[in-house]
Structures are given as C-alpha cells and as structure tokens.
C-alpha cells in the first residue's frame, strides 16, 4: 500500500503563486509515476504534470506549460508542484497520484481557488 498526502493548497489572487507538496509513504521506492491531476466542478479529472514511470520524464498538459514546474525529492518521497501565474481556470481540486505496476493510488486532494 502507498499513501499521498497533499498539503499547500488555498485562494490566491490570479497572477498569484502556490505550491503544492505531496509527501508519499508505503511501499514506494521511487518518485517515478508520481504526479498531479485536478478536477474543476463539472469537470473530469485531468493529468496536470507528472514524472513518466520510466525514465522519470516530465509531462505536462498544455494549459500550464511555462506557468507550473513539478519538482521532487527523492529522498522524501515527495514531489512539488509550483504554479505561477495563476488564473481563475485553475480553479480545481488537485489530487497527487501515484501509479505502480498494479494499480493507481490517489491522495485525498487539495483544494486550489484562483479569485480576486
């Protein structure tokens, strides 16, 4: 089993900045297949960034290139997402996932409003 626990989320002003972090513990061995995924009201949930599973590459879906960076910490287990330059579409809940050879793991999510 793996558990994710997210934290770092909140309401932030567009053009504002958050980071996200998500501590993994469990059976992991390596931050590769970690990632984030968010979800807006009425919405399916959608890949945001990740590292791949093998390799360890970085993917992001277009809507935030050049404006989220994940980031991560092998020794912790943790991965970090740093959003800049917020907008009000980014409004959503994000969840932290984590994706081994059996199956996908999901932490309980943070919430992220961008408003003025």
């Known amino acids: 089993q793996v558990q994710l626990v997210e934290s770092g989320g909140g309401l932030v002003q567009p053009g504002g900045s958050l980071r996200l972090s998500c501590a993994a513990s469990?059976?992991?061995?390596?931050?590769?297949?970690m990632g984030w995924y968010r979800q807006a009201p009425g919405k399916q949930r959608e890949l945001v960034a990740m590292f791949s599973s093998v390799g360890g590459y970085t993917n992001y879906v277009d809507s935030v290139k050049g404006r989220f960076t994940i980031s991560r910490d092998n020794a912790k287990n943790t991965v970090y997402l740093q959003m800049n330059s917020l907008k009000p579409e980014d409004t959503a809940v994000y969840y932290c996932s984590y994706i081994d050879s059996r199956r996908r793991y999901w932490g309980q999510g943070t919430q992220v409003t961008v408003s003025s």
């Open positions: 469990g059976s992991i061995f390596t931050t590769n297949g």
